[in-house]
């Protein structure tokens, strides 16, 4: 009974800790959770939002604040909320990497004005990489868990929990990607990555490239009117490498673009007939559909993302496919 006693009140004090840096987005349903990350700026689940939208939401202990949208991303299903005045004791620490499969995390939510609740859960599967990455809780949460922390033994944000909807249930992006997504969504950039129109295939490396090398893309295909078309990239070149990165596999070719900036200058070095060329392209931005549909290559589903209505008390949670897996691009 000792050890049940002191686990019990361990959780006790972290449901405390946590519930004091929790905020409440009003609607007529209800309402969700809103975590803060620097002091200033709140992420939540939306599906509309107008930047520059002015509202009252409730702070930590349930004090009415002010706050207005400050940017918004439809294809993520998120909002970032800017506070009129600053609160440093609400920001959370993210962790660095995920927590292990199977480690029991709480899940904190301030679902109505009533005040924050919690429940304990464990993380059934983790996975994806870079922005694909997810976390996926066992339980099923109550409505107004959106947006809610999910928090390590230490204190720390796990995770932001997206909406329930069909078999997506516990989903949540891990607390470094949703710190970049703030950051992202509030400058305007979310949604968006560098796109050059060009198809390519691994080969070996030919003899031109230097002994050593692996190997290289082989471009089998170039988009009219693209960024590669505009650059003179063309069908046969072989790329050796992009941005400074060496591409060995097209996977390498997909992180240097994540890493690039659309409207940037970017330097290929291509071999064309066995001369080597340097090509000077400037990527476009392409949004990106994440949380809407897709195929989640690792699972080999088809998903859903979460969704909901913004519009300041029309709040729905929106399809899902029922696989329970995490929601594809």
Known sequence: MDALSSLSQSIAALASKAGAKLYHVPSALGGRTALGF??????????????GESLTILAPGGVEVEAKVKGFDPSLGLAVLELAEAKPDSAWRATAA???????????????????????????????????????????????????????????LAGFLLADSGGNRGWALP????????????????????????????????????????????????????????????????????????????????????????????????????????????PEARTIETGRHGHHGRHGHHGHGPGGHWGMGRWQAEGGCGCGCAPGR
């Open 38 to 51: 620097d002091g200033k700026l709140l992420l939540t689940p939306a599906l509309e939002a107008e930047p």
């Open 98 to 156: 995920p927590p292990t499969l199977g480690s029991l995390l709480l899940v904190a939510a301030f679902p109505s004005p009533e005040g924050p609740e919690a429940r304990l859960d464990a993380l059934r599967c983790v996975g994806g990489e870079g922005e694909d990455a997810y976390l996926q809780t066992d339980g099923l949460h109550f409505p107004g868990f959106e947006g809610a922390a999910l928090v390590d033994p230490e204190g720390d």
């Open 175 to 282: 607390a470094s990607r949703a710190v970049e997504l703030v950051a992202a969504i509030a400058s305007g950039t979310a949604g968006s990555r560098a796109w050059l129109g060009v198809s390519t295939v691994p080969i070996e490396a030919p003899p031109e490239l230097g002994e050593g090398r692996s190997g290289a893309l082989l471009v089998a295909g170039v988009q009219a009117e693209s960024p590669a078309a505009k650059a003179g990239l063309r069908v046969g070149d072989v790329l050796a490498s992009i941005g400074g990165s060496e591409l060995l596999e097209p996977g390498d070719l997909v992180a240097a673009l994540a890493a690039a900036k659309p409207g940037s200058e970017l330097r290929a070095v291509v071999y064309r007939a066995g001369e080597r060329k340097e090509i000077v392209a400037i």
